[in-house]
Each structure stands twice: as C-alpha cells, then as structure tokens.
C-alpha cells in the first residue's frame, strides 16, 4: 500500500501523493518542508542588519571615488543618504524615544553626468537589497504599462522574496523627469504616465503597507499579494530634468531690483545653472508639490569638463580605456592609445555633448576595426594613434551625412 514516507499516512489519508524514485511525499509534509526550507533561508540570508558594518559617510564616498569621477556634492548627499538609513534601520523604537525620519533624495543631472552610474556603485557596497528602476515604463493602474507596485516586486526579487529584508533596503528610480505633468492645461486625454503615477508614488515614498504581486501585476491575476510595508525603503530618484535651467534662470532674474541685486546676478554661474536648483524649479518642470515634500533631499549632479571626462576615461576601476586593454589581453594582444588620442577623444565628446556615456561609443567607432581583424591574426601589440583615430572618426562622420 502507498504511503507517505515521512509521516507514514496512507495515501486515502491525504489529500496528495508525490511519488519520487524510492518513496513518496504527502501534500502536508512537502507543504512543511518548504516552511523548513524557507526559514532556513531567512537565517542564512546575507541581508542580516546585525552582521553590518556601518560605513561612516566619509568611507562610502572614499568607495565611490574609486569608480565615480568628480560629483562631489552629489557623492556627499548620497553618502549621508545612505548612512543615515543605516542608523535607522539599527535604531529600536521606544515610547519615549524620537523617531528618525527617512530621507528620500533626488538627484539632478544632465545625461552622461553619472546619476544611474552612482546608484549601481553605491549597490555594491550595500548590505541591504538594492534594486534600480525606470520610471518611464510606469502607468496608472488600468492602462498598458507597469503598475506602481512593481517597483518593490524589483525589491522583493532583489530580497530573494524574504519581505523582512526587502522592507530595509533601497530603491532607485531613475529617469524621474519622464513623469513630470506634461501640461497644466486641461486634455481630453489622460497623463496615465505623468501626475497619475506621481499620485500612485505618493503612498510608497511616504510609508504605507502595499500589497506587491510577487510575479507581477496583470500576467499572474491569481496570484496571492506580499504585504510590504515602505516605511523603512529609502528611495533615490534620479532624472535629467531636460531644460530645467529654464526655469532656474527665470527664477534667477525675476524681482531683481536695486544696486545689490545686479551683483549677486553677476555671479551666477551660466555655465552650471544646476547648482542653483530648488523645489520650486522641480514644481514649475512638472512635479507636483506632495511628490517633492516626499524628495527631502535634493542635490545636483555638474556639467563633466574637458578635465573631468579625461580622468573618466582613464581613471576609474573599470574606466573604458581599462575595459578595451581587458578585452584584447584576453586575446594575448597588448593594446596601447597615445596621450594625443585620449585628448582627442574628449574633444569629440564635449563636440557631440554626450557627456561621459558619449566617451565610449567614440571609443567603439575608433577600435571597431581593430577588435574585427586581429582576434584572427597574430597580433601580439597594438597602438592607436592620432592620425588612426581621426581617419575613422572621418569616416564615421562621413558615412553619417550620406544617410542623412
């Protein structure tokens, strides 16, 4: 007669039989060995807050220097950011005790400043889920797109699934400018992707309990929801903010009167508007004011200069110009760039005004070539030089003129 061979009931017993090679399981025990397994899981996961070193602000930026040229007023609001979560977390409420606040923080920069770049380095150091997510995929609820709530459905895959560990870590939602109200003019259509997504933010910056779809919302309508309360999930939003220097400038010259009034407009800095920022620049761009009283901490990420990108190129852990000489050591040939290339290629990216993402598509266009042909030949060193690199760039730009 069948029977379960680890509690021993027969099968008319048990509602399920699994049979395996030599035995069987019933529907019961498979059921309290998953809780086993999953317990087991929860004391072995690598998200315990009692094992964590608390980096003071000043170790988490010396970590992000290492890979993140420059940016340093961004570096020390993220550093503090951070820090700061951490000391809440390790903080145990009592009656009597102040209870610490979370400080969300936002990021402004141009593109190729390296927002989402600081969010992936500040990843690995973190002791605490981390997860990163575009805004610009979000919809309301209802409309074709991702819902609100599979921000921390990231998070929960992030926490492999344990909730306690999801409800401490942190979230960076990048390309937060996408969700901007698009006008304040009355439509007959909806913004489904712009101040309706902001209302749906609301709730999950501030803290509230939120029933999360573990597979994802629409796909899985079965599906039980994991409770998951963002009271503890420090959110990081990044964004371009493309033509908010608009805004900061008109804010800049309005109600100037008087003599003392022309000087201080003598010193602003044309060049770097960003550094001015203000809540009230994030308002007149399109975020409503509930969603930046939830965005605490606002800071602003330079304009990269020739000085800058050049560093950038060669500076860093995993700088470009490393990554290249990586790639061909692997095919036992040593690659070099003259001191006259890495200039020039600086010079093409402040031309083309991409910003550091710009440095490694010039990169491409000059070695395309090189790393073709010589994987197939007997190749043992390789130099790129001005003229090499300037006679593909030419071509490039050529072959670009002729398709427009």
């Keep these: 007669m069948d029977k379960c061979s680890f509690c021993g009931r027969p099968r008319k017993e048990t509602n399920m039989l699994i049979a395996g090679i030599s035995g069987f399981i019933c529907d019961s025990c498979a059921e309290q060995a998953y809780a086993i397994v999953e317990e087991e899981f929860k004391k072995n996961s690598n998200f315990d807050m009692g094992q964590v070193k608390l980096l003071k602000p000043?170790?988490?930026?010396?970590?992000?220097?290492?890979?993140?040229?420059?940016?340093?007023?961004?570096?020390?609001?993220?550093?503090?950011?951070?820090?700061?979560?951490?000391?809440r977390l390790k903080q145990t409420i009592a009656t009597d005790e102040v209870e610490i606040e979370k400080s969300n923080i936002i990021l402004v920069g141009e593109t190729g400043t390296g927002k989402t770049l600081l969010a992936r380095t500040i990843a690995r150091m973190l002791h605490v889920p981390f997860t990163i997510v575009d805004a610009t995929v979000l919809t309301e609820a209802g409309y074709v797109g991702e819902d609100i709530e599979s921000i921390l459905t990231r998070l929960l895959q992030a926490a492999d699934y344990n909730v306690e560990a999801a409800e401490k870590g942190i979230v960076f939602i990048?390309?937060?400018?996408?969700i901007a109200r698009k006008s304040d003019n009355p439509s007959i259509t909806r913004d489904v992707s712009g101040e309706g997504v902001q209302q749906g933010l609301l709730k999950l910056l501030e803290g509230a309990v939120v029933n999360v779809p573990p597979q994802g919302g629409r796909k899985h309508p079965e599906q039980k929801m994991i409770p998951v309360n963002t009271k503890n999930i420090l959110f990081i939003c990044g964004g371009a903010f493309d033509g908010i220097q608009k805004k900061i400038a008109q804010r800049l010259n309005t109600g100037v009167v008087g003599y003392n009034a022309s000087i201080s407009k003598e010193k602003i800095d044309k060049d770097n508007l960003l550094q001015y920022i203000a809540p009230q620049d994030l308002k007149a761009f399109g975020l409503i004011p509930e969603i930046i009283g939830r965005l605490p901490i606002l800071t602003y990420l330079s304009p990269l200069d020739k000085n800058a990108l050049r560093r950038v190129l060669t500076e860093p852990k995993n700088s470009i110009i490393k990554q290249y000489v990586k790639l061909f050591a692997m095919d036992k040939i040593t690659l070099s760039f003259d001191e006259e290339v890495l200039d020039y290629i600086v010079d093409k990216a402040i031309e083309f005004k991409l910003g550091a993402r710009g440095l490694r598509s010039i990169c491409e266009t000059i070695i395309m070539d090189?790393?073709?042909?010589?994987?197939?030949?007997k190749t043992a060193k390789l130099a790129v030089t001005l003229d090499y690199a300037r006679k593909k760039i030419e071509k490039a730009n050529r072959a670009l003129l002729k398709a427009s």
């Design 174 to 178: 990048d390309e937060i400018d996408k």
């Design 370 to 377: 090189y790393m073709f042909e010589t994987p197939s030949k």
């Design 58 to 87: 000043i170790e988490i930026k010396t970590f992000l220097d290492q890979y993140v040229i420059g940016q340093d007023e961004a570096k020390k609001y993220l550093s503090v950011a951070v820090y700061n979560h951490y000391k």
